[in-house]
């Protein structure tokens, strides 16, 4: 079985690139409005939903993150959910929190 550290690593960079992302952005959602016209309120609350939508997508990569490490410490990092078979070393490598093998990604309808 190949070796998890270099893996574990990036993914750990990744939390905590993840994690200060999130605090970011629910930093600039608590900021209350910055002014009182009408036009620009509107503005800002376009400018939220976008920043939501960034946290949100932040938050379910950083679950992602947390799952793949979690299959790190099981040893089933490199066990594809589907078909148990070991998923490609450089399919992990271009996605560190790939759950299943190309094979199987191939066929997800
Ligand atoms: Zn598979």
New binding site residues.
Partial sequence: MPDTTAFKQKLLDQKTELEDRISRVKQSIRRPPSTTDWEDLATERENSEVVDALGNAAVKELEQVKAALMRIERRRYFI??????E?EVARLEAMPYTT??R??AENDD
Wanted: proline share 0%; with cysteine.
């Fill in positions: 594809c959910d589907r078909c148990c078979h998923i299943v093998c094979h199987c």
